[in-house]
């Protein structure tokens, strides 16, 4: 279409190759890959983005179609795997479901570094900062990816732990305006004797008992932070939990009451350390519910 727009007779060939270079350059300035025909942002995903300098240290990014700064909200995923394994992967099998739950919002899954058992390095409190250096990350970001300063933190197992600390203990850090949390480890110090794979965890990657080392328990426990000002919390834990117990949820509910914070706590019958793939509909369609209550 371009070269019939121009003859031979009508230009000499240099000129013409000169003029269809300004044309091929004027059309790839206008033509933003962010961009949708119709002028709106088009969807992009965004893989292994580094936070930090250390290899675990990265993110994936999942920014949807249409977005703006001002009416497209961010939620931030943290994986479990007990502190020892797992990745920012574990999005994938939840992805379709919270995009339908909460359209509009954008998606960050997160990797952060694993305690190793055999070698003992990334001890606590190793994870906690990498989700601090991943938000701070994550708000110099904001503007360029076009979305919303306003975060929400969700994680399971150990990521649940990870997102209910940060939201309890560092929420300035990111701003943080609700937590979502699935049967979470809340209070490590009453975890610790559960069974001999917690006492083993724990204390490893806290360098002793909870009699030898309680102020580390409690630095690393997200009830330990919890008062008046803690943001809106929205937690599931199944009733026949072996991993992590749901007397851990059930603490933290009694500490969330005691001071007032608006939650939501769903004991799912008969469910154990993950649910079933027909439960987790329902489950992020409550929590979606919880959050367009109080993110108003």
């Known amino acids: 279409m371009v070269l019939s727009m121009f003859k031979n007779d009508c230009l000499p060939y240099p000129k013409l190759v000169f003029v269809l270079l300004i044309v091929f350059a004027s059309w790839s300035c206008s033509s933003d890959g962010d961009e949708k025909p119709n002028g709106g942002l088009a969807a992009i995903d965004l893989f292994d983005q580094s936070y930090g300098a250390e290899q675990s240290q990265i993110l994936d990014v999942f920014l949807p179609a249409g977005r703006s700064i001002a009416e497209t909200p ?3 995923y943290i ?24 359209p509009g919002y954008a998606f960050v899954a997160i990797n952060y570094s694993l305690y190793d058992l055999n070698s003992g390095i990334n001890k606590f409190p190793t994870q906690e900062n990498d989700v601090i250096e991943a938000l701070q990350f994550i708000q110099s970001k904001t503007d360029e990816w076009n979305i919303s300063d306003k975060i929400v933190l969700a994680g399971a197992s150990a990521g649940g732990h990870l997102a209910l600390l940060h939201a309890y203990k560092h929420q300035s850090i990111g701003d943080i305006s609700a937590v979502i949390a699935f049967f979470p480890p809340t209070d490590l110090a009453a975890l610790y004797d559960f069974s001999v794979f917690t006492e083993l965890g724990l204390s490893g990657m806290l360098e002793g008992t909870p009699s030898e080392r309680p102020e580390a328990y409690a630095a690393s426990s997200p ?19 072996q991993v992590v117990p749901i007397s851990q949820s ?13 939650h939501e706590f769903t004991r799912v019958p008969n469910q154990g350390h993950g649910f079933t793939d027909e439960t987790y509909p329902f489950i992020f369609e409550q929590a979606a519910s919880f959050l367009e209550k109080v993110l108003k």
Not at 79 to 101: D, P
């Open 79 to 102: 994986h479990g795997g007990a502190w020892v394994q797992g990745s920012k992967e574990e999005f994938a099998e939840f992805r379709t479901i919270l995009s339908s739950a909460l």
């Open 74 to 76: 961010l939620l931030i």
């Open 250 to 262: 059930e603490l933290l509910e009694a500490a969330l009451i005691k001071v007032g914070v608006d």
């Open 223 to 241: 009830i330990t932070f919890v008062d008046k000002q803690s943001v809106p919390t929205v937690f599931f834990h199944g009733t026949q939990d």
